[in-house]
């Protein structure tokens, strides 16, 4: 499964150029609002020093990393739930994506227009909450009246079900709460909320986009967006884009190394993105390695091992035997599959093993 991240924000906050920095594509970045007319598209790998080493250890006809795929939309304006800015357009093409990663300008630069006047990004944060939640209050109130009728004509109790479930999210939209606030206990409510894909289900991170004096720090625009977000359950990172923008441009690990310690950096921002992103959705990732490929799989925590096989192909977990689990620090300490094996470290586990973050997998199949 590859994890998909939508970036929304107001127009000339960032985006594009975070999004630059994500991906090989190169959206074009201009100081004016929609500049980004047809959604970018970008696929990138999940930067990952087991899977480094493990292909140093296996030295592997091919290797296959955990992938993220990130969608740059147009900038929102107030208004783009009903289609001001064309913004019906650019909020259906997040629709289907598994997470928002809502970018804020948190910086001031006189050469770079915002589009309100003035930088306040927790009033800029509220503008892009709002449409979202009025364009689901508009997908809701539509689907309510057509489920209604069904439950109450037909005696369908699955219509009522749904019924009950967007009256619930309903009324939470109109008290100015995302979708995300109201909890279903069921699998047919959670699996129904799911098919409707709300924009305020979605889970948030916050990148407030900072100046390159505050990448390490933060900045008084970033404390007043954690005090605003304080009661959402959110998440927040900092990052200064541009000057991932000139990390991205330097030609060596070693380069980019001290650049980043430069600035009071360990890793680079765009690291920290990604795995923000994988902790916001509850994913971890288990490997499968030998001469032929090592590959990373990208899983949801608490999985247990037919599911995860079936990530392979669905023959996995439709046949499945047992799992033969290695862990990752077994494997680079004692040194391969064939030393684990004869130290008597591999695990044999059957359908109730929960599968762990940096496990190496071998799946035992019949079909």
């Known amino acids: 499964m590859a994890l998909k991240c939508g970036i929304v924000g107001l127009p000339n906050v960032g985006k594009s ?18 500049c980004t007319i047809e959604p970018n598209v970008g696929v990138i790998s999940v930067p990952d020093d087991r899977l480094t080493r493990l292909v140093e250890m296996c030295s592997p006809r091919s290797v296959v990393p955990a992938t993220v795929e990130i969608v740059d939309i ?41 589009v309100d006047g003035s930088v306040d990004p927790v009033r800029d944060k509220e503008i892009i909450d709002y449409e979202l939640l009025l364009k689901d209050m508009e997908t809701v109130d539509s689907r309510l009246a057509r489920t209604i009728k069904q439950a109450q004509t037909g005696g369908d109790k699955t219509a009522r079900m749904q019924a009950d479930v967007l009256q619930s999210i309903k009324e939470a939209l109109e008290q100015g709460k995302p979708a995300r606030s109201v909890s279903f206990d069921t699998p047919d409510e959670q699996k129904f909320v799911r098919e409707l894909f709300l924009l305020t289900s979605k889970p948030v991170l916050y990148v407030c986009n900072v100046d390159d004096a505050s990448a390490a720090t933060g ?14 359950g959110a998440s927040l990172m900092v990052i200064a884009a541009q000057t991932e923008s000139e990390i991205s441009e330097l030609d060596t690990y070693e380069e980019r190394a001290e650049f980043l310690e430069s600035i009071g950096l360990a890793e680079s921002g765009v690291s920290r993105l990604i795995r923000a992103a994988y902790a916001l959705l509850d994913l971890q990732t288990y490997f499968t390695a030998g001469p032929d ?41 004692l040194g ?17 093993y929960v599968v762990q973050d940096g496990d190496i997998m071998h799946f035992r199949f019949n079909v």
């Open 293 to 333: 490929e090592v590959r990373a799989w990208t899983f949801i925590r608490g999985s247990k091992a037919p599911r995860c096989a079936g990530i392979i192909h669905t023959d996995f977990e439709k046949g499945f035997i047992r799992a033969e689990v290695i862990k990752y620090d077994d494997y680079v300490q």
């Open 219 to 232: 900045n008084a625009y970033v404390d007043a967006v954690r005090e605003a977000i304080a009661s959402e």
């Open 17 to 34: 150029t975070l999004f630059n920095c994500l991906s090989n594509a190169k959206a074009q970045s201009a100081n004016f609002p929609f």
């Open 74 to 114: 147009a900038g929102l304006v107030k208004g783009a739930s009903r289609g001001e800015g064309l913004g019906n357009k650019f909020l259906a093409n997040i629709r289907e994506t598994d997470a928002i990663l809502h970018v804020l300008r948190c910086f001031d630069d006189d050469n770079i227009t915002h």
């Open 336 to 352: 391969g599959e064939t030393a684990v094996r004869e130290a008597g470290r591999l695990g044999v586990e059957g359908k109730e």
